[in-house]
């Protein structure tokens, strides 16, 4: 065998194994990270539903406090009728990784559900889950619902937008105006954009227009057809 047929051979080895590689690659994020991620996802649900019937039912009413032990664990459960009836997400505590492999995370530093200030999420819209996936159906005029122990907390979207990485005043008590003292409840939903790369990110942005007890069933917004 030449020196020629020789290269060209061991070449086209070369390229067949990092063919096989990139292809392992692709099958590890479109499927593997998904079905880890759902599992996860189940878990953090399971957990979060036992825990509040094992501390007196979903009736009980109260401010969320969230510590620092709080990171990757459940607190409430984000519904977005728009991506239909049965589209429920648990929320976890914190944006990394292994969090956002749980669910979808709640940026610390950002106000909780019920407070006045800007309650701020975060969710992958491709491989993990992909629980933002068709985030882009969501309208402006829609609503968003998290539900706690205790209450519901309903949302409507006023505006979405594509910002730069690098934009975080969308996490300001005041979206944009970090000067201001919040006056609202508002809602803020970051994910990136578009689908299938992190070159943008699309956020909704909404406000609190109800809140109300668990012990009265689920708020029109989670019944009515959309």
Same mark, same amino acid.
């Given at each position: #065998?030449?020196?020629?047929?020789?290269?060209?051979?061991?070449?086209?080895? +070369? #390229?067949?194994?990092?063919?096989?590689? &990139?292809?392992?690659?692709?099958?590890?994020?479109?499927?593997? @990270?998904?079905?880890?991620?759902?599992?996860?996802?189940?878990?953090?649900?399971?957990?979060?539903? !036992?825990?509040?019937?094992?501390?007196?039912?979903?009736?009980?009413?109260?401010?969320?406090?969230?510590?620092?032990?709080?990171?990757?664990?459940?607190?409430?459960? +984000?519904?977005?009728?728009? &991506?239909?009836?049965?589209?429920?997400?648990?929320?976890?505590?914190?944006?990394?990784?292994?969090?956002? %492999?749980?669910?979808?995370?709640?940026?610390?530093? @950002?106000?909780?559900?019920?407070?006045?200030?800007?309650?701020?999420?975060?969710?992958?819209?491709? *491989?993990?889950?992909?629980?933002?996936?068709?985030?882009?159906?969501?309208?402006?005029?829609?609503?968003?619902?998290?539900?706690? $122990?205790? *209450?519901?907390?309903?949302?409507?979207?006023?505006?979405?937008?594509?910002?730069?990485?690098?934009?975080?005043?969308?996490?300001?008590?005041?979206?944009?105006?970090?000067?201001?003292?919040?006056? !609202?409840?508002?809602?803020?939903?970051?994910?990136?954009?578009?689908?299938?790369? %992190?070159?943008? $990110? #699309?956020?909704?942005?909404?406000?609190?227009?109800?809140? !109300?007890?668990?012990?009265?069933?689920?708020?029109?917004?989670? *019944?009515?057809?959309?």
């Amino acid at each position: #065998m030449s020196a020629t047929r020789a290269a060209v051979r061991s070449l086209g080895e +070369l #390229m067949i194994t990092a063919g096989l590689v &990139l292809l392992l690659f692709v099958v590890y994020q479109l499927v593997w @990270t998904n079905l880890a991620a759902e599992h996860a996802q189940h878990k953090v649900t399971d957990t979060l539903r !036992q825990d509040w019937l094992r501390e007196g039912g979903t009736g009980a009413t109260g401010t969320i406090h969230l510590s620092k032990s709080d990171f990757g664990k459940g607190f409430a459960f +984000l519904h977005i009728p728009r &991506l239909g009836r049965k589209y429920s997400v648990p929320v976890v505590q914190g944006v990394s990784l292994p969090d956002l %492999s749980r669910g979808v995370g709640h940026y610390p530093k @950002t106000a909780v559900p019920g407070e006045v200030g800007n309650f701020a999420v975060a969710g992958h819209r491709a *491989t993990n889950g992909e629980p933002f996936a068709h985030l882009d159906h969501v309208k402006v005029g829609d609503s968003l619902v998290v539900e706690t $122990r205790g *209450t519901w907390y309903s949302y409507v979207v006023d505006k979405v937008q594509i910002v730069e990485p690098s934009a975080v005043w969308v996490l300001d008590p005041v979206p944009g105006k970090p000067d201001q003292q919040p006056t !609202q409840q508002l809602i803020t939903l970051t994910t990136c954009n578009p689908r299938w790369a %992190s070159t943008q $990110r #699309m956020i909704l942005f909404g406000h609190e227009v109800q809140t !109300q007890p668990t012990s009265e069933g689920r708020p029109l917004a989670l *019944t009515k057809d959309h």
